[in-house]
């Protein structure tokens, strides 16, 4: 089946510009994440969703980041006033979520390479 | 707080030499699980293995194997007779049991080079 997918692929905006990153999971996978590359990085987890509610967001490193699910689907991260250090990968993850817990595993996108000018 | 660490860097090897990446967890749970994504060029991560920490059994999938030790918070993983299509950087990972769903810790991550 499909697997988890991400828009745009790309995207080089100008500091203080508004992003939005578009993330579509595996059909069926109630567990959504949000992870940031930084070059040369781990990845550091940002946000988690399970269903349309985000019970963590302890990683949105300020209040310029969002993200939304709707339709337990997709799922939206948005930067405000993007700032240069904002550019990174930005890497989308489903699971199937519930009850699973921590054994869950989670398959990523192809992510979203964000450059800030 | 959760932490993963790989040592090494960057590992640039000959193919058909084996090479062994590290990876040395923290927990302060005694339930969790520890993965192995690969992230080719192109940039997706592949998920390669999940072990539990109740299971150090030692396991293998053809050219890989991982040896998960829990008295010295080692989860490191084997390829045997690598070859030019290994080359990635490879993220061992962590996701501990107090929590009802799997915020995942990533180690840096290791870039294997395969030389031909």
């Known amino acids: 089946g499909a697997g988890v997918s991400q828009s745009p692929s790309n995207k080089v905006t100008e500091k203080g510009k508004d992003v939005e990153l578009r993330c579509d999971p595996i059909s069926g996978h109630t567990a959504l994440y949000w992870y940031r590359q930084r070059l040369g990085q781990g990845l550091e987890f940002l946000i988690y969703f399970q269903g349309n509610s985000a019970p963590d967001k302890s990683g949105l490193p300020s209040d310029r980041f969002s993200a939304e699910r709707t339709g337990e689907s997709v799922s939206t991260l948005t930067i405000q006033r993007t700032q240069q250090e904002d550019s990174a990968v930005y890497l989308c993850?489903?699971?199937?979520?519930?009850?699973?817990?921590?054994?869950?595993?989670?398959?990523f996108g192809p992510g979203t390479r964000l450059t800030v000018l | 707080a959760q932490k993963v660490t790989q040592a090494q860097t960057e590992i640039s090897v000959v193919e058909k030499e084996d090479v062994t990446l590290d990876c040395v967890y923290e927990?302060?749970?005694?339930?969790?699980?520890l993965f192995w994504y690969k992230q080719p060029p192109s940039g997706e991560l592949v998920f390669l293995i999940r072990?539990?920490?109740?299971?150090?059994q030692n396991e293998i999938s053809g050219r890989y194997s991982w040896n998960f030790q829990k008295s010295t918070s080692s989860f490191n993983f084997t390829i045997t007779a690598s070859q030019v299509v290994d080359s990635a950087v490879y993220f061992c990972a962590l996701s501990a049991g107090g929590t009802s769903y799997g915020k995942l810790t990533f180690g840096q991550g290791t870039i294997l080079t395969v030389h031909p």
């Open positions: 993850a489903s699971s199937l979520g519930g009850t699973s817990g921590s054994r869950d595993t989670q398959y």
């Open positions: 927990t302060r749970d005694t339930t969790y699980y």
């Open positions: 072990r539990n920490s109740f299971d150090e």
